[in-house]
């Protein structure tokens, strides 16, 4: 693989950096560079920013409105806008199931949904996870039956939980795992994708408070929702091999390598402001060396990144390649909040949360830059367990990779 950009891809990357000099805000810059929440309203509107200028869905095909970059194109911005202080994108609307929508989905579907994906005008959330079905997620339990009434129609009613479901909250929408088929013989069978809205009555969205004192995530309960069947997404009882579809999509956008490129020099930013024993940190050769391993995994991992934006593009759906990013990303990002932690020392640890469960963590003691380091260490436990935990990520690889 050549690692050197092309003209045109030079060309490319100024573009992109002249382009986030110019509309990204700078409160929202900020706020990414110095680890501080990140409001609902702030991916919004630099979703629309993006929209406006072309580029809310870089990945998507032209014919529904994205930008259609190749793989090359989609790293550099990802690099760029990581650099700059862009916010990620949401996944939920973008990267996961507008891309089962363009496979799956009917036009009807395509027509209805999509656009509202791009523009930002619908914020989707994930239906998955539940009690006692998380990586066992063919386990789930929440029951779809069909009915059909004078006020609706050919509908389904909808009852049961989710549990770990991402900043719901503010969803329009949910896409949601359901079981259609309480009696097929194998787990897998017997589940459908449906697509919710989340105004509708009987839904109730209950928050979970996490170790950093953020509302990011929640249980959602279902009690006799209504579904139109004409939001189903494919065939009944066929969910399984749609879900399959859309997780390694999010195994492959969780491995961040732009955003830990931002995150190993903001590091490395803090080591050089700390002084230990009359010295910076970053001149200790321990954690100079622990700092230089995790730069060495975060460079492979980029490079097999490319690799798989190119195997992407093939075939327009990631592999099993997308469980070792999501376990070097996973692993990468926790590493580096470990050390930042490190870095600082007891000066993460007093931090304060404003009034809103939104709001900006501010230091008691210390540097102001230590304030988000203990809550950010805290949230990161989750990232080797969302999106399949790494463990099975192992078992996927095991199988479908070294044929074990």
């Known amino acids: 693989m050549d690692l050197k950009y092309t003209a045109e891809e030079l060309i490319f990357r100024d573009q992109v950096r ?59 911005y990802d690099e760029e806008a990581a650099a700059a202080g862009a916010p990620r994108t949401i996944p939920f609307g973008l990267k996961m199931v507008a891309p089962v929508i363009m496979a799956f989905g009917s036009p009807a579907q395509q027509q209805r949904f999509l656009p509202r994906i791009l523009s ?102 279902f009690e006799n929702v209504k579904v139109p069947v004409a939001n189903r997404v494919g065939e009944e009882n066929k969910g399984w091999t749609y879900a399959k579809f859309l997780l390694g999509h999010e195994r492959a956008n969780i491995a961040g390598v732009g955003a830990s490129k931002r995150e190993l020099k903001r590091l490395k930013n803090i080591a050089r402001s700390e002084i230990k024993n009359g010295r910076p940190l970053l001149a200790d050769p321990l954690f100079a060396a622990r700092v230089a391993q995790v730069e060495i995994d975060l460079m492979a991992l980029e490079i097999t990144n490319l690799r798989a934006l190119a195997a992407e593009a093939q075939r327009h759906a990631p592999g099993p390649e997308a469980s070792v990013l999501k376990i070097k990303g996973t692993e990468i990002q926790q590493t580096l909040s470990e050390l930042m932690m490190y870095a600082v020392g007891p000066y993460a640890l007093p931090f304060q949360r404003e009034s809103s469960d939104e709001g900006d963590l501010r230091s008691l003691v210390g540097p102001e830059y230590a304030a988000p380091l203990a809550a950010t260490y805290c949230n990161y436990r989750k990232v080797t367990i969302y999106g399949g935990s790494n463990e099975i990520q192992r078992n996927i690889i095991s199988q479908m990779i070294l044929g074990l």
Not at 25 to 34: F, L, Q, T, W, Y
Not at 41 to 54: A, F, P, S, V
Not at 149 to 178: P, R, S
Request: contains cysteine; negative net charge.
């Open 18 to 76: 002249r382009f986030l000099a110019e509309k990204l805000p700078r409160d929202i810059s900020e706020k990414v560079a110095g680890g501080h929440a990140i409001r609902a309203e702030d991916y919004t509107r630099w979703q629309k920013i993006l929209h406006e200028h072309g580029w809310g869905a870089p990945s998507w095909p032209k014919q529904f409105g994205g930008a259609a970059w190749g793989p090359v194109q989609l790293h550099i």
């Open 120 to 221: 930002g005008d619908d914020w989707w959330c994930q239906g998955y996870s539940e009690p006692g079905a998380g990586s066992d997620l063919a386990s789930l339990k929440t029951r779809a039956e069909r009915r059909t009434d004078d006020e609706m129609g050919d509908h389904y009613l909808v009852n049961g939980q989710k549990t770990w479901n991402t900043l719901g909250q503010y969803a329009d929408w949910i896409f949601c795992l359901v079981r259609t088929d309480p009696h097929a013989p194998k787990q897998q069978q017997g589940i459908s994708f449906l697509l919710i809205d989340m105004k509708s009555p009987g839904i109730t969205v209950r928050p979970i408070i996490t170790l950093d004192g953020a509302h990011e995530v929640n249980e959602i309960w």
